[in-house]
């Protein structure tokens, strides 16, 4: 079996252990010689002359140990430089340390630093006990003495007893307790319970004797545990009975030489461990049957719930979690030639082998076995080692007589430590995640770091630099560090893509660092990576002049280099040098820049190579700025290029047809050559076309449907229907031809031309309706004229005619309902009563008080009209009327009528 050795490093001195203890000669115990270690922990005793540890197999090297020690520094080292350790107590905010020369020392559980010093005996000091609120320390010694005191005030109480005091418990409640309970035993082999009785008088009471010496006790809660020679027994105070007894395991060494260790895990559960055995006991109720409550037998009862044998001898016992803690003692191995460790135990061994601290289940499994650096551990027996815990903290507290060490759970940051020692660097980043607060002694920064410097180690190059706006965040100074870490490993290119060009904006030398490493090493990265940063982010003019020495001695990248030279000198408002660059490469948005920044004054001898780039876009810009560069001069020089003349006029035609009304022949011209499909579309649409010149192309061409166009626009309709009837033959064409013109003239001629064609008189009967009579068609056919397909067409006439009449005759019937509605509407309406106002003035007379006309006759009536909806005294409306009889509407009706005509 192998085990792991760990250093102890000194308290203040970073609080870690080493993961392997350098192997040093050993040094006496006396002189206290301390040395140390690279890794900055002070170790003693730590060498293994005889080479009898081993170092850690491969499985256990990967696996994490679940402590880290720490040797108790400060004053402990000057206490113990001329006495030694006997017993430790554990509070939750201090430790009380026993010597042998009978001194009480009260220490920090941290640091060791002394707080106090009670001289309280005059000889070794056997045990120590502080009850749970950690206000009195009760100690035994032996000089047969035990002392009770208070760490805050002057309460002190001293008992003598015949014979050496080996153990002693003080009850948990003890400052709030009436009585003042405490139990000491020792070589009198009495277990004597103290109590304070009537008038300040200590009775004491014996609770058991004659079994041995009594050399541990514990009390916890109600029960009190203590071992003899003969085995453990429990007592509850509660009952006053004694309700269990656990023997000492059968061949075991004398109880002298390896003494029980006692420690509760809680209130009702007990660890046992004695020499190579453990035992874990738990007190449970005794439930009595109905009937039987004057029966003797306890109230509860002690059961086992856990028992194994060790392969070392126990010499201290606590809880972890749910695993135990034990300090082991290894005896020395068997040799070949006989004899066995037993039968050794009862002799002293001249050299110890190193103690180890082990964690084990319950089921003996064995979790974690750590050997441990303490001073002068060969010449210490299992006696001399004490264990004891803090139990809020799961601190462990290892005490030899020169030494304490305090072992504790490990924290993130030893996590992390354990992790980097490993090269598991991208687990220990993912483990401080989220949980950055924890961290003491490193942070995430760090933690990232070298995970992205252990990317870069194993050649990860791409995905570490992937990470860098992640863990770099806005840092400039880091950027710049891991930018020039890339650039020593020639892996610029890896990174470039991540690099900040705005919060943070780095310094112009990084910058341009990157560029001038593209440009030597990687032409096309350079020239993406100038188009994806800004300008402003270097010296654009340094830059200019890298590219044009590196262009004469790179002639591979030259179009690269001299592309990107372009884009330079854009950058640097150098527009001249920039637009001849492209024109000459024939790349670059030549059409942008020329528009963006109006370099047309630069194009103007230059317009047969912007058409040679791209004529359509050159075309598009050069239309769109006809009034910086003319008509004239474009077609000037474009006169040997031909397509792209007719590709400037065309769109010439779309943008400002007017500016190309000189050029009307020629685009005809180069129209019916290129594209001849699109020349009937400009004769319709443009009116700088010369009719006659475009005549002589459609001619010349033989261009039929523009020539019909061309003889319609000049009036020549007859012509234009000759040539569709002789060239086409296209009866359908001509009837259409006819519909638009819409002459009678037109008409009979083209009759006349189709009578002695069968398919045109088909064609005329199949499309007869408004424009041609259909008994005028039929009676104009000659006698004896064989038509295919004339009854056909002759029936379609025929039912055409009938679905007219129905139509008609339909309509008419939906015209005369309809105006049956209305009038029925109409009459309705204006029989309907209406809203007058009595008050309302007569526009004529003035009178307002209409309400009181009615009483003075007829003459004095209201009169409401409805074509105005105005109101008159029927007074005022006869006179107007000039006693015809006659009454209107002065303002609707006429004022002058002719006689006898009514209105």
Same mark, same amino acid.
């Given at each position: 079996r192998?085990?792991?050795?760990?250093?102890?490093?000194?308290?203040?001195?970073?609080?870690?252990?080493?993961?392997?203890?350098?192997?040093?000669?050993?040094?006496?115990?006396?002189?206290?010689?301390?040395?140390?270690?690279?890794?900055?922990?002070?170790?003693?005793?730590?060498?293994?002359?005889?080479?009898?540890?081993?170092?850690?197999?491969?499985?256990?090297?990967d696996?994490?140990?679940?402590?880290?020690?720490?040797?108790?520094?400060?004053?402990?080292?000057?206490?113990?430089?001329?006495?030694?350790?006997?017993?430790?107590?554990?509070?939750?905010?201090?430790?009380v340390?026993?010597?042998?020369?009978?001194?009480i020392?009260?220490?920090?559980?941290i640091?060791?630093?002394e707080?106090?010093?009670?001289?309280?005996?005059?000889?070794?000091?056997?045990?120590?006990?502080?009850?749970?609120?950690?206000?009195?320390?009760?100690?035994?010694?032996?000089?047969?003495?035990?002392?009770?005191?208070?760490?805050?005030?002057?309460?002190?109480?001293?008992?003598?007893?015949?014979?050496p005091?080996?153990?002693?418990?003080?009850?948990?409640?003890?400052?709030?307790?009436?009585?003042?309970?405490?139990?000491?035993?020792?070589?009198?082999?009495?277990?004597?319970?103290?109590?304070?009785?009537?008038f300040?008088?200590?009775?004491?009471?014996?609770?058991?004797?004659?079994?041995?010496?009594?050399?541990?006790?514990?009390?916890?809660g109600i029960?009190?545990?203590?071992a003899?020679?003969?085995?453990?027994?429990?007592?509850?105070?509660?009952?006053?009975?004694?309700i269990?007894?656990?023997?000492?395991?059968?061949g075991?060494p004398?109880?002298?030489?390896f003494?029980?260790?006692?420690?509760?895990?809680?209130?009702?559960?007990?660890?046992?461990?004695?020499?190579?055995?453990?035992?874990?006991?738990?007190?449970?109720?005794n439930?009595?049957?109905?009937?039987?409550?004057?029966?003797?037998?306890?109230?509860?009862?002690?059961e086992?719930?856990?028992?194994?044998?060790?392969d070392?001898?126990?010499?201290?016992?606590?809880?972890?979690?749910?695993?135990?803690?034990?300090?082991?003692y290894?005896?020395?191995?068997?040799?070949?030639?006989g004899?066995?460790?037993?039968?050794?135990?009862?002799?002293?061994?001249?050299?110890?082998?190193?103690?180890?601290?082990?964690?084990?289940?319950?089921?003996?499994?064995?979790?974690?076995?750590?050997?441990?650096?303490?001073?002068?551990?060969?010449?210490?027996?299992?006696?001399?080692?004490?264990?004891?815990?803090?139990?809020?903290?799961n601190?462990?507290?290892?005490?030899?007589p020169?030494?304490?060490?305090?072992?504790k759970?490990?924290?993130?940051d030893?996590?992390?430590?354990?992790?980097?020692?490993?090269?598991?660097f991208?687990?220990?980043?993912?483990?401080?995640?989220?949980?950055?607060?924890?961290?003491?002694?490193?942070?995430m920064?760090?933690?990232?770091?070298?995970?992205?410097?252990?990317?870069?180690?194993?050649?990860?190059?791409?995905?570490?630099?992937?990470?860098?706006?992640?863990?770099?965040?806005?840092?400039?100074?880091?950027?710049?560090?891991?930018?020039?870490?890339?650039?020593?490993?020639?892996?610029?290119?890896?990174i470039?893509?991540?690099?900040?060009?705005?919060?943070?904006?780095?310094?112009?030398?990084?910058y341009?660092?990157?560029?001038?490493?593209?440009?030597?090493?990687?032409?096309?990265?350079?020239?993406?990576?100038?188009?994806?940063?800004?300008?402003?982010?270097?010296?654009?003019?340094k830059?200019?002049?890298?590219?044009?020495?590196?262009?004469?001695?790179?002639?591979?990248?030259?179009?690269?280099?001299?592309?990107?030279?372009?884009?330079?000198?854009?950058?640097?408002?150098?527009f001249?040098?920039?637009?001849?660059i492209?024109?000459?490469?024939?790349?670059?948005?030549?059409?942008?820049?020329?528009?963006?920044?109006? *370099?047309?004054?630069?194009?103007?001898?230059?317009?047969?190579?912007?058409? =040679? #780039?791209?004529? /359509?876009?050159?075309? +598009?810009? %050069?239309?769109?700025?006809?009034?910086?560069?003319?008509?004239?001069?474009?077609?000037?020089?474009?006169?040997?290029?031909?397509?792209?003349?007719?590709?400037?006029?065309e769109k010439?035609?779309?943008?400002?047809?007017?500016?190309?009304?000189?050029?009307?022949?020629?685009?005809?011209?180069?129209?019916?050559?290129?594209?001849?499909?699109?020349?009937?579309?400009?004769?319709?649409?443009?009116?700088?076309?010369?009719?006659?010149?475009?005549m002589?192309?459609?001619?010349?061409?033989?261009?039929?449907?523009?020539?019909?166009f061309?003889?319609?626009?000049?009036?020549?309709?007859?012509?234009a229907?000759? *040539?569709?009837?002789?060239?086409?033959?296209?009866?359908?064409?001509?009837? =259409? #031809?006819?519909? /638009?013109?819409?002459d +009678?003239? %037109?008409?009979?001629?083209?009759?006349?031309?189709?009578?002695?064609r069968?398919?045109?008189?088909?064609?005329?009967?199949?499309?007869?309706?408004?424009?041609?009579?259909?008994?005028?068609?039929?009676?104009?056919?000659?006698?004896?004229?064989?038509?295919?397909?004339?009854?056909?067409?002759?029936?379609?006439?025929?039912?055409?005619?009938?679905?007219?009449?129905?139509?008609?005759?339909?309509?008419?019937?939906?015209?005369?309902?309809?105006?049956?509605?209305?009038?029925?509407?109409?009459?309705?309406?204006?029989?309907?009563?209406?809203?007058?106002?009595?008050?309302?003035?007569?526009?004529?007379?003035?009178?307002?008080?209409?309400?009181?006309?009615?009483?003075t006759?007829?003459?004095?009536?209201?009169?409401?009209?409805?074509?105005c909806?105005?109101?008159?005294?029927?007074?005022?409306?006869?006179?107007?009327?000039?006693?015809?009889?006659?009454?209107?509407?002065?303002?609707?009706?006429?004022?002058?009528?002719?006689?006898?005509?009514?209105?």
């Amino acid at each position: 079996r192998r085990v792991r050795k760990r250093g102890v490093t000194e308290a203040g001195f970073g609080g870690k252990m080493a993961d392997k203890a350098e192997d040093q000669p050993e040094k006496p115990v006396e002189e206290d010689d301390e040395g140390e270690t690279e890794s900055g922990s002070e170790e003693t005793d730590s060498g293994d002359e005889d080479g009898e540890y081993e170092s850690e197999t491969d499985d256990e090297a990967d696996e994490e140990p679940k402590l880290k020690y720490q040797r108790l520094g400060a004053c402990v080292a000057e206490i113990l430089k001329d006495r030694a350790a006997t017993c430790l107590a554990v509070a939750g905010k201090f430790l009380v340390l026993g010597t042998d020369w009978g001194n009480i020392h009260v220490l920090d559980t941290i640091s060791g630093n002394e707080c106090k010093t009670f001289d309280s005996h005059q000889a070794r000091i056997n045990d120590i006990a502080v009850d749970k609120n950690g206000d009195y320390i009760a100690s035994c010694s032996d000089d047969g003495k035990v002392c009770i005191r208070s760490l805050y005030t002057n309460d002190l109480q001293e008992l003598s007893f015949d014979r050496p005091v080996k153990a002693i418990a003080i009850e948990p409640d003890y400052p709030k307790s009436k009585k003042r309970q405490f139990v000491a035993g020792g070589l009198a082999g009495e277990l004597v319970l103290n109590e304070k009785g009537w008038f300040g008088n200590t009775t004491k009471k014996v609770l058991h004797a004659g079994e041995g010496p009594i050399l541990t006790i514990k009390w916890r809660g109600i029960f009190i545990a203590w071992a003899n020679d003969l085995g453990v027994k429990l007592f509850d105070t509660s009952t006053q009975q004694r309700i269990s007894y656990i023997d000492r395991p059968k061949g075991s060494p004398r109880p002298d030489m390896f003494r029980c260790r006692l420690a509760w895990k809680d209130d009702r559960t007990l660890l046992i461990g004695w020499a190579d055995s453990v035992k874990v006991a738990v007190v449970k109720d005794n439930v009595q049957p109905r009937g039987q409550a004057g029966s003797q037998l306890p109230s509860r009862y002690c059961e086992l719930i856990a028992m194994f044998k060790t392969d070392y001898m126990v010499c201290g016992l606590a809880s972890f979690d749910d695993s135990l803690v034990s300090v082991a003692y290894v005896e020395e191995e068997p040799d070949e030639e006989g004899g066995d460790a037993a039968s050794k135990r009862g002799s002293i061994v001249s050299e110890s082998q190193r103690p180890e601290l082990r964690i084990t289940s319950y089921r003996n499994e064995e979790l974690c076995s750590d050997a441990l650096s303490i001073r002068g551990f060969k010449a210490y027996q299992a006696n001399d080692y004490i264990l004891e815990s803090l139990p809020e903290e799961n601190y462990f507290y290892i005490v030899s007589p020169k030494d304490i060490v305090v072992a504790k759970p490990r924290d993130l940051d030893d996590h992390i430590t354990w992790l980097h020692s490993r090269g598991q660097f991208e687990e220990a980043m993912h483990a401080a995640e989220g949980k950055e607060a924890q961290l003491r002694t490193t942070d995430m920064l760090t933690i990232r770091q070298k995970f992205l410097a252990d990317l870069v180690g194993q050649g990860e190059y791409e995905r570490a630099a992937s990470n860098c706006p992640q863990f770099l965040g806005s840092d400039i100074t880091l950027w710049e560090k891991w930018i020039c870490t890339f650039a020593r490993i020639k892996q610029l290119r890896a990174i470039s893509h991540y690099i900040p060009v705005d919060n943070p904006r780095l310094g112009a030398n990084v910058y341009a660092m990157v560029l001038n490493d593209f440009l030597q090493t990687d032409p096309k990265r350079f020239q993406q990576t100038i188009r994806e940063w800004p300008p402003a982010l270097y010296d654009v003019r340094k830059i200019i002049t890298a590219v044009i020495e590196q262009h004469g001695k790179d002639p591979k990248g030259h179009e690269i280099l001299m592309e990107t030279l372009g884009e330079l000198y854009t950058y640097d408002k150098q527009f001249d040098k920039a637009l001849h660059i492209y024109l000459k490469l024939k790349r670059g948005d030549v059409f942008n820049l020329i528009a963006k920044y109006n *370099l047309f004054d630069s194009i103007q001898d230059k317009i047969v190579l912007l058409m =040679d #780039f791209d004529p /359509e876009k050159a075309a +598009d810009l %050069l239309v769109k700025h006809t009034q910086r560069v003319s008509v004239v001069d474009v077609i000037a020089q474009l006169e040997s290029k031909e397509r792209h003349q007719y590709v400037y006029l065309e769109k010439l035609s779309y943008e400002d047809a007017h500016a190309g009304r000189d050029f009307g022949t020629l685009q005809v011209r180069l129209t019916a050559k290129y594209h001849p499909e699109r020349l009937m579309a400009l004769l319709k649409q443009s009116n700088y076309i010369p009719l006659k010149d475009a005549m002589q192309v459609c001619e010349e061409n033989m261009m039929i449907p523009e020539m019909v166009f061309l003889l319609q626009r000049v009036g020549n309709i007859k012509k234009a229907l000759e *040539l569709i009837i002789t060239e086409l033959g296209d009866v359908t064409e001509a009837i =259409d #031809f006819c519909k /638009e013109v819409n002459d +009678d003239e %037109l008409w009979t001629d083209l009759i006349q031309r189709s009578l002695s064609r069968p398919d045109f008189i088909i064609g005329l009967l199949n499309n007869t309706g408004t424009h041609i009579n259909p008994m005028r068609l039929i009676s104009m056919i000659p006698t004896g004229m064989r038509i295919p397909g004339l009854r056909g067409a002759l029936v379609k006439i025929l039912q055409d005619y009938s679905l007219q009449c129905e139509l008609r005759k339909g309509c008419q019937t939906i015209l005369s309902q309809d105006a049956v509605m209305l009038h029925q509407r109409l009459v309705k309406a204006q029989k309907r009563g209406y809203r007058i106002d009595p008050c309302q003035t007569c526009p004529l007379c003035n009178v307002t008080d209409f309400a009181n006309l009615g009483s003075t006759g007829r003459s004095n009536r209201m009169v409401s009209f409805l074509c105005c909806a105005k109101q008159y005294c029927l007074k005022c409306i006869e006179g107007e009327g000039r006693g015809s009889g006659y009454i209107g509407c002065p303002v609707c009706s006429p004022k002058k009528r002719k006689p006898g005509k009514r209105n």
